[in-house]
């Protein structure tokens, strides 16, 4: 069965303190993995997708890196205001729906 | 631009009643879609359009319907509301609807069945 999940569900942090959010996929056919920031109330906006295994992308204090299982997204000396839900999603050769991991829930404290 | 748009941002109905979910983008995007997000869980497909008077089911259809006239719009009908409607639904729309095509979403409606 096609499955995404992310962990941890939930995850505090210091401002400064790095970190790295998780997803891991089981499915056939990987053709993109994205990563969406999810802020309180509004819709996920659109961070990242990555193709292959190997291939890295940053957006400022955040960097999405690939495998052929998993992707990690780092987060380097956060601030409060990037506390937000982080969702994964995979798109696949057979499928013209996305799976969707549940969420991280980051939280920065000053 | 304006993106997605969706209309209402909240809505509280009883159980048996009805509404319409709005949605709109204004990007020219061949491909809309409805998802609904619970907690704790992913978001769920619940019906896809790839262009105007073609549409097809999600994941989760059932108790819903949907409608694609223009390439703008693409409303969400709910029929008998039930309290496991209780959700917040969004809208998203996307170029090709290609397995790397980025979605693009409205902001959310939040509705709850009581």
């Known amino acids: 069965e096609d499955q995404v999940t992310q962990s941890p569900e939930a995850l505090r942090l210091q401002e400064g303190e790095s970190s790295s959010l998780n997803c891991s996929y089981t499915?056939?056919?990987?053709?993109?993995l994205f990563w969406y920031r999810q802020d309180p109330g509004k819709g996920p906006e659109f961070l990242f997708t990555?193709?292959?295994?190997?291939e890295e992308k940053e957006k400022e204090r955040l960097k999405a890196t690939l495998t052929k299982k998993e992707s990690f997204l780092h987060i380097t000396a956060p601030k409060p205001e990037d506390s937000a839900t982080y969702l994964c999603?995979?798109?696949?050769?057979?499928?013209?729906?996305?799976?969707w991991g549940a969420g991280t829930k980051l939280i920065i404290k000053p | 631009n304006a993106g997605v748009t969706q209309t209402p941002k909240f809505r509280i109905l009883k159980i048996g009643q009805s509404m319409t979910l709005q949605c709109a983008q204004d990007m020219n995007h061949n491909y809309m879609y409805w998802y609904r997000q619970d907690p704790g869980m992913g978001l769920k497909l619940i019906y896809y359009s790839v262009g105007a008077g073609i549409t097809d089911k999600g994941e989760v259809p059932n108790g819903y319907n949907v409608s694609r006239s223009t390439t703008e719009d693409f409303p969400l009908r709910l029929e008998l509301a039930a309290p496991s409607q209780t959700s917040v639904y969004f809208c998203?729309?996307?170029?090709?609807?290609?397995?790397?095509?980025?979605?693009?979403f409205g902001p959310g409606t939040r509705l709850t069945v009581l």
């Open positions: 999603a995979v798109g696949m050769d057979s499928n013209y729906q996305l799976i």
């Open positions: 998203a729309s996307t170029s090709s609807g290609g397995p790397t095509d980025t979605q693009y």
């Open positions: 499915v056939s056919g990987l053709r993109g």
């Open positions: 990555l193709y292959s295994a190997g």
